[in-house]
């Protein structure tokens, strides 16, 4: 059983009230698109390459359900202290697991990383773009 849907088949899956709703249909374009991963997940997990869509369903409950009590103990952690949540209130909640603290972290650094990578080639091209505009001034003169 695929768990491909064509584009006609997902149109016609739409109640016709969804229709003209636009933010309806990209939940609905999220929500697929999330569940094509998911099973994608699932496959290099050991699954089927085309698992039951009622185990992809499972499966998103459940990661759901985890990442949604996850948020409500941080927002709990956070307004205990009178704040925000910040990324330190889920690196509390995950200290004691040292598998996903050690794999959180090395997400978190590799995010600095790129952002900073980003940040340094904008500059770079920045500066690229300016040096060849003043090459040109001085061309013109």
Known sequence: MSMDIDDDEFAMMMPTTLDNDKKA??????AKAFQDSLSKMMYGGGDDENPLPQSVQLMEYVITDFIQSFCIQAQNLADKNDRTVRVEDFLFLIRKDLNKYKRVSELLEFFSDLKELRKNDFDTIQNQHVD?????????R
Not at 25 to 30: A, G, T, Y
């Open 132 to 140: 060849m505009k003043n090459a040109k001034n001085k061309r013109s």
């Open 25 to 30: 249909q990209k939940q609905i374009r999220k």
